[in-house]
């Protein structure tokens, strides 16, 4: 499988559940992104990596959790989450921390919080 | 506070018609990009400009920066079904902070 894929493509939670969204990059790309996308809002970067690091946070609320084991591999840990959370969750990679660098998108986990 | 205001919010136009879409902000940037989405999917990079006064085409689009570099303008000719879906600018402004805009949803109708 080629390019940026992410798991599950569609998820219903309760607000009490704890899930996780995974994301899969086969580029061998060094920065790695989470963004939100809510309808009638802009795209909102979320969590920035590059090299495994989090460089950076876009004041997310701490029941949004990221994890990057691998240069490959991105996770969001969702907990007691609430029904405005509801959104698409866009998981994107780069080859470098470079905005001018191409960011390659997934489709995409649209995500209901009941 | 909105950094990235894209007009028009909504378009429909006919197939073969011209149209102009608008990335503004009151903000500099050092680099923007146009990206397209379509139903189900993530947002695919159409061109990134870097120069103001730039303008780059991609066969029927043709994108532009503004002098300023605080505003761009993306132009579809003879526009096709094929074009539908939602643009999208987004750009680093001199802080390094990356935004994306408010979106304009294109509709081609055949």
């Known amino acids: 499988e080629t390019g940026v894929t992410q798991t599950p493509r569609h998820l219903v939670m309760g607000m009490t559940n704890k899930k996780s969204l995974k994301c899969e990059q086969h580029l061998g790309h060094n920065a790695m992104y989470w963004y939100k996308q809510s309808a009638k809002k802009p795209l909102e970067l979320m969590f920035v990596y590059s090299l495994e690091e989090r460089v950076e946070n876009n004041s997310v609320p701490s029941r949004f959790s990221p994890e990057c084991p691998n240069s490959s591999h991105l996770f969001l840990h969702l907990h007691t989450l609430q029904p405005e959370d509801s959104a698409l969750y866009l998981c994107a990679s780069s080859q470098d921390r470079i905005y001018t660098d191409t960011q390659y998108f997934g489709p995409g986990t649209r995500l209901t919080v009941l | 506070t909105q950094l990235l205001e894209q007009s028009p919010q909504f378009l429909s136009i006919q197939e073969g018609e011209n149209l102009t879409v608008y990335c503004n902000s009151s903000s500099v940037f050092s680099s923007l990009q146009w990206y397209r989405q379509e139903p189900g999917e993530g947002p695919v990079l159409l061109v990134t400009?870097?120069?103001?006064?730039e303008v780059k085409k991609l066969k029927r689009l043709t994108f532009q920066f503004g002098d300023a570099r605080k505003d761009s303008s993306l132009h579809i000719t003879a526009a096709q079904p094929g074009d539908t879906g939602l643009y999208l600018c987004?750009?680093?402004?001199?802080?390094?902070?990356?935004?994306f805009g408010t979106g304009t949803s294109l509709t081609v109708i055949p």
């Open positions: 987004a750009g680093e402004d001199t802080g390094n902070q990356f935004y």
């Open positions: 400009v870097v120069t103001g006064g």
